[in-house]
T-cell receptor, first 113, second 116 residues
Framework: NAGVTQTPKFQVLKTGQSMTLQCAQDMNHNSMYWYRQDPGMGLRLIYYSASEGTTDKGEVPNGYNVSRLNKREFSLRLESAAPSQTSVYFC????????????FGPGTRLTVT | AQSVTQLGSHVSVSEGALVLLRCNYSSSVPPYLFWYVQYPNQGLQLLLKYTSAATLVKGINGFEAEFKKSETSFHLTKPSAHMSDAAEYFCAVSAPGGNQGGKLIFGQGTELSVKP
């Protein structure tokens, strides 16, 4: 049981480049989330998907787009990367019907130069 | 709206000493509360959760937390620190039900150091 997987693990981009972070879960969870983690700021929600076919903005959505491709997969796209998007990105999933407990992937460390 | 405040961005204890990490929350409805641990270069792992059952919650690795509604607190404790407890700890709050997609609001994190 792999849980939540993320690719890539590391990425370096130049300012203005685009990329997509991939996330997949095999727990049949309805809800999926993208967070960014920056020192001293905890985790901040970028976007979430309460169920297949729906997406909503979180606390810090500017500069990002998401796609809930199917129940398993939830991708995060940076259309034009900026140095301020240098961060560690985490994907998570949960079965919100129960306790909102979220399961996290291992993260993607992104550097934008 | 929910919010979480963790008091102390860094806590240092000696091996064998009591660990106390503080978390206060704000919520307009009865909350669900969580503690997560993050070891270096890893994702977050659930330590324990409060979901309106017993107010004293026991988690993994000997950690426990007590929900105190009157103090709006959910402090994390462990009687005796071990070197392997060195990590960053996050408190989080969620409002059950509604149309919020089970969103969590995280505190800023507390880095725990354990001295030999």
């Amino acid at each position: 049981n792999a849980g939540v997987t993320q690719t890539p693990k590391f990425q370096v981009l130049k300012t203005g480049q685009s990329m997509t972070l991939q996330c997949a879960q095999d727990m049949n969870h309805n809800s999926m989330y993208w967070y960014r983690q920056d020192p001293g700021m905890g985790l901040r929600l970028i976007y979430y998907s309460a169920s297949e076919g729906t997406t909503d903005k979180g606390e810090v959505p500017n500069g990002y787009n998401v796609s809930r491709l199917n129940k398993r997969e939830f991708s995060l796209r940076l259309e034009s990367a900026a140095p301020s998007q240098t961060s560690v990105y985490f994907c998570a999933s949960s079965d919100k019907v129960k306790t909102s407990e979220q399961y996290f992937g291992p993260g993607t460390r992104l550097t934008v130069t | 709206a929910q919010s979480v405040t963790q008091l102390g961005s860094h806590v240092s204890v000696s091996e064998g000493a009591l660990v106390l990490l503080r978390c206060n929350y704000s919520s307009s409805v009865p909350p669900y509360l969580f503690w997560y641990v993050q070891y270096p270069n890893q994702g977050l792992q659930l330590l324990l959760k409060y979901t309106s059952a017993a107010t004293l919650v026991k988690g993994i690795n000997g950690f426990e937390a007590e929900f105190k509604k009157s103090e709006t607190s959910f402090h994390l404790t462990k009687p005796s620190a071990h070197m392997s407890d060195a990590a960053e700890y996050f408190c989080a709050v969620s409002a059950p039900g509604g149309n919020q997609g089970g969103k969590l609001i995280f505190g800023q994190g507390t880095e725990l150091s354990v001295k030999p």
